[in-house]
């Protein structure tokens, strides 16, 4: 009969245990999981940032007229696995190539001139008891500058 109280006890307190890791052990899942979702979504929004430059660079568009907006298609093209309501797409250039200033907004330059693709994001956490602690949308920045190529004569 007494070894069958002692078990008992020790099954009580394993429960108890076990009741008092699990909350922690699971918001730390949870932190992991968030961060990694955050961490995923940044890199998106860098990668995203460069491709933007990248196409920027080429000229591409520039006879036609529609470069500014063939440059934003190519860089939303990278953000397609984010909310396409949570990140605004910027574009602008610097005549000189010591970017002093605040540039050019929604320029993409002429050759020889540095343009720059910026993205922000507005992440949403989204796990459930790591959104309470964080806030409502925790603001992601990308941003790639390149010298544009002189697809016609440079002034």
């Not at 245990?17 to 979504?41: D, K, Q, R, T, W």
């Not at 929004?45 to 933007?52: C, L």
Request: proline content about 6%; some cysteine.
């Amino acid at each position: 009969m007494r070894k069958d109280i002692h078990n008992s006890h020790r099954r009580g307190i394993a429960a108890v245990e076990m009741a008092l890791i699990l909350p922690i052990l699971f918001m730390l899942v949870m932190g992991i999981v968030e961060g990694g979702n955050a961490a995923y979504s940044w890199l998106t929004v860098q990668k995203a940032a460069q491709i933007g430059a990248r196409f920027a660079a080429t000229g591409r568009g520039y006879e036609e007229g529609t470069r500014l907006s063939q440059i934003i298609t190519t860089t939303e093209a990278a953000l397609t696995t984010l909310d396409i309501n949570s990140y605004e797409i910027n574009v602008r250039s610097w005549p000189d190539l010591g970017a002093t200033g605040d540039g050019i907004d929604n320029d993409p330059g002429a050759p020889c001139q540095l343009a720059e693709v910026s993205v922000m994001y507005a992440y949403k956490p989204f796990t459930p008891i790591v959104s309470a602690i964080l806030p409502e949308s925790i603001p992601l920045y990308g941003y790639d500058r390149k010298v544009n190529e002189p697809w016609k004569p440079c002034d």
